[in-house]
């Protein structure tokens, strides 16, 4: 076997021994999309990959997708690579990264089959922040007490980039707002998702900005809530960086967050494998609309 997982964390995280040489072998891919189910974040330390080896490894576990076509500050030349940067050199806007600060799943709030895994490599470190956690949130669903877990399961929930970006912006500008419009979705997505295998977990992050049916703020505290239960310790792996780092996530069953840095010189990149299952749909005007009332 050329490949051994062990445990991060009992509830999220594993670290991966293998040789760079057989990150490729089909037993590597195996395993990965199976450790991927159960532990949420699978690390790579020091495996020091190039774009091409990312992009191969990437599309060795499903289709590619580029959802950063859509997004501010994509580079063109290498349209599958995004680089998660403050630098205005590589990245156009860079204040859309400042977001990742937040708890969030990636590509929530496109409507498109949820993107399946992200993978991340470290290309040029911070001096300080910059660490990335992880909280599982088919780990929150499940510890979730019984009758809770009755009274929640049905709900939906709106997700938008406007709610994302507000703990960077706060009220963002009727050009900004446009902007937001244009590349990303108002979705409706389950808060409980029963994926295809029948196992549930709960579907959240700053982007969820309200619950349908619910007033605005009775939506907006449950959510919180939630949100703090599961970013709770013991579901949380927290990934210190070190150079040349791999780490791919299941964006379906995770939600990460970036501790704040302002170094511009950290560079990730990220590429992104496409999922199967699309649980949301565009919200209505009417559902939207409910969220913004007060009672
Ligand atoms: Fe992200």
Same mark, same amino acid.
Request: aromatic residues 8%; glycine residues 8%; proline residues 6%.
């Given at each position: 076997?050329?490949?051994?997982?062990?445990?991060?964390?009992?509830?999220?995280?594993?670290?991966?021994?293998?040789?760079?040489?057989?990150?490729?072998?089909?037993?590597?891919?195996?395993?990965?999309?199976?450790?991927?189910?159960?532990?949420?974040?699978?690390?790579?330390?020091?495996?020091?990959?190039?774009?091409?080896?990312?992009?191969?490894?990437?599309?060795?576990?499903?289709?590619?997708?580029?959802?950063?076509?859509?997004?501010?500050?994509?580079?063109?030349?290498?349209?599958?690579?995004?680089?998660?940067?403050?630098?205005?050199?590589?990245?156009?806007?860079?204040?859309?990264?400042?977001?990742?600060?937040?708890?969030?799943?990636?590509?929530?709030?496109?409507?498109?089959?949820?993107?399946?895994?992200?993978?991340?490599?470290?290309?040029?470190?911070?001096?300080?922040?910059?660490?990335?956690?992880?909280?599982?949130?088919?780990?929150?669903?499940?510890?979730?007490?019984?009758?809770?877990?009755?009274?929640?399961?049905?709900?939906?929930?709106?997700?938008?980039?406007? %709610?994302?970006?507000?703990?960077?912006?706060?009220?963002? @500008? !009727? =050009?900004?707002? $446009? *902007?937001?419009?244009?590349? /990303?979705?108002?979705?409706?997505?389950?808060?409980?998702?029963?994926?295809?295998?029948?196992?549930?977990?709960?579907?959240?992050?700053?982007?969820?900005?309200?619950?349908?049916?619910?007033?605005?703020?009775?939506?907006?505290?449950?959510?919180?809530?939630?949100?703090?239960?599961?970013?709770?310790?013991?579901?949380?792996?927290?990934?210190?960086?070190?150079?040349?780092?791999?780490?791919?996530?299941?964006?379906?069953?995770?939600?990460?967050?970036?501790?704040?840095?302002?170094?511009?010189?950290?560079?990730?990149?990220?590429?992104?494998? %496409?999922?199967?299952?699309?649980?949301?749909?565009?919200? @209505? !005007? =009417?559902?939207? $609309? *409910?969220?913004?009332?007060? /009672?």
């Amino acid at each position: 076997m050329a490949i051994t997982v062990e445990a991060a964390k009992p509830q999220i995280g594993g670290i991966v021994h293998v040789d760079k040489a057989h990150l490729l072998d089909d037993d590597t891919i195996e395993t990965v999309r199976r450790e991927l189910e159960t532990r949420g974040v699978l690390v790579f330390p020091g495996i020091d990959v190039s774009d091409e080896l990312q992009l191969a490894f990437t599309d060795k576990l499903g289709d590619r997708v580029n959802f950063t076509r859509q997004v501010p500050g994509s580079d063109a030349t290498s349209p599958d690579v995004y680089k998660i940067t403050l630098d205005s050199k590589f990245n156009s806007e860079p204040d859309y990264v400042l977001g990742t600060f937040f708890w969030h799943v990636d590509g929530v709030t496109i409507d498109q089959p949820l993107p399946k895994a992200t993978v991340l490599s470290a290309r040029k470190l911070s001096a300080s922040g910059g660490a990335t956690e992880f909280a599982n949130l088919y780990a929150a669903w499940e510890k979730l007490p019984e009758e809770e877990k009755r009274e929640i399961e049905n709900l939906r929930v709106i997700h938008s980039v406007e %709610a994302a970006v507000r703990p960077v912006h706060g009220h963002p @500008s !009727e =050009e900004r707002r $446009a *902007r937001y419009k244009a590349m /990303a979705a108002v979705m409706e997505q389950p808060l409980v998702w029963t994926h295809a295998d029948g196992r549930k977990s709960l579907l959240l992050g700053t982007h969820a900005d309200g619950v349908v049916g619910m007033p605005g703020p009775h939506g907006r505290a449950l959510l919180t809530r939630l949100q703090q239960w599961a970013a709770q310790p013991d579901f949380v792996y927290t990934h210190k960086w070190k150079l040349g780092d791999l780490v791919i996530w299941n964006n379906q069953g995770v939600m990460h967050r970036v501790v704040p840095y302002t170094d511009e010189g950290r560079v990730m990149h990220r590429t992104t494998i %496409a999922g199967t299952e699309r649980p949301g749909v565009p919200a @209505s !005007e =009417e559902n939207i $609309a *409910r969220i913004f009332q007060i /009672a």
